[in-house]
């Protein structure tokens, strides 16, 4: 891979991030939601990617505010426990049901 690629897969990355930074607390907003934003609608699944390896970013990135379309904490396993996003999500006053966002509509973000 050269470094040019590198460097353009870093950049989109951080956009990715930028995006996420600034979801407000108690809400969230979805894969596609952010891809759209930064242009590649069809890329939801690497925005998921992204989210993924966002645990070590500095500054933070708060991925556990990103869900799939229909509001199910589809990123769930990837958390250092399976119910850490939950347990971040109702810190924020999201109100979860069987690993979906009640009210996910209410407490949706658009980029």
Known sequence: ????IKIRNIDWIE?????VRKIPKGKVTSYGA????IGARTTAR???WAMNASHTAKPKVP???VVNRNGLLTGR???ASPTLM??????EK???NDNQIINFEKNYWKP
């Not at 891979?1 to 040019?4: N, R, T, V």
């Not at 956009?15 to 995006?19: G, P, R, T, V």
């Open 34 to 37: 952010i891809a759209d934003a």
């Open 94 to 96: 999201i109100e979860i």
């Open 86 to 91: 939950q347990e971040l999500l109702e810190a």
């Open 46 to 48: 690497m925005v998921g």
């Open 15 to 19: 956009k990715i991030y930028e995006i």
């Open 1 to 4: 891979m050269s470094k040019e």
């Open 63 to 65: 991925a556990h505010r």
């Open 77 to 79: 396993h990837h958390f």
